[in-house]
């Protein structure tokens, strides 16, 4: 039996795991993305360019998917809901279908700083997955993308 795995969105607890057995179930995850892709979008000229029927249905898990499998760090919450790790995180946006993505940090992590370039990170790799990936500043100009897969 497989263990089942969860994208890490960053908002769970950090990830209690050998951190190498974490890259191989990423890995695997990504991997069976790419096939969904591969199997489901017969119809493209290029079938991995775009993202599959089951992405535009699980948007956050998706993209978590492919930041984590990128390299990129997910944020991590303690359990009084204080973050304790920097890095991305990814929940629903106002619009159904549209992924929120943001850099947060513990408080004094200086992730507002390097949100910037951290989150330019985040939407090139999503872009060249297929995804639309534009950048926005919300209240007290703080940063976040808006992602949602390309038509």
């Not at 990830?15 to 191989?24: C, L, M, S």
């Not at 390299?71 to 929120?100: F, M, N, W």
């Not at 209240?139 to 992602?147: A, Q």
């Amino acid at each position: 039996m497989t263990a089942r795995f969860d994208a890490a969105t960053g908002d769970e607890a950090p990830i209690e795991t050998d951190p190498r057995k974490r890259t191989a179930a990423v890995r695997a995850a990504f991997d069976s993305l790419l096939e969904i892709r591969r199997l489901m979008n017969t119809d493209s000229d290029d079938p991995l360019a775009t993202p599959a029927a089951w992405e535009r249905h699980q948007p956050v898990r998706a993209v978590a998917i492919a930041l984590e499998a990128a390299g990129i760090p997910p944020s991590a919450v303690g359990a009084d809901g204080h973050r304790l790790a920097t890095g991305y995180r990814c929940a629903e946006a106002e619009r159904a279908g549209v992924v929120r993505v943001e850099w947060l940090g513990p408080t004094g992590s200086g992730a507002a700083y390097a949100a910037g370039e951290q989150l330019g990170n985040c939407a090139r790799v999503l872009r060249g997955l297929g995804w639309e990936a534009l950048e926005y500043r919300g209240r007290g100009r703080h940063r976040y993308l808006e992602v949602e897969p390309l038509p």
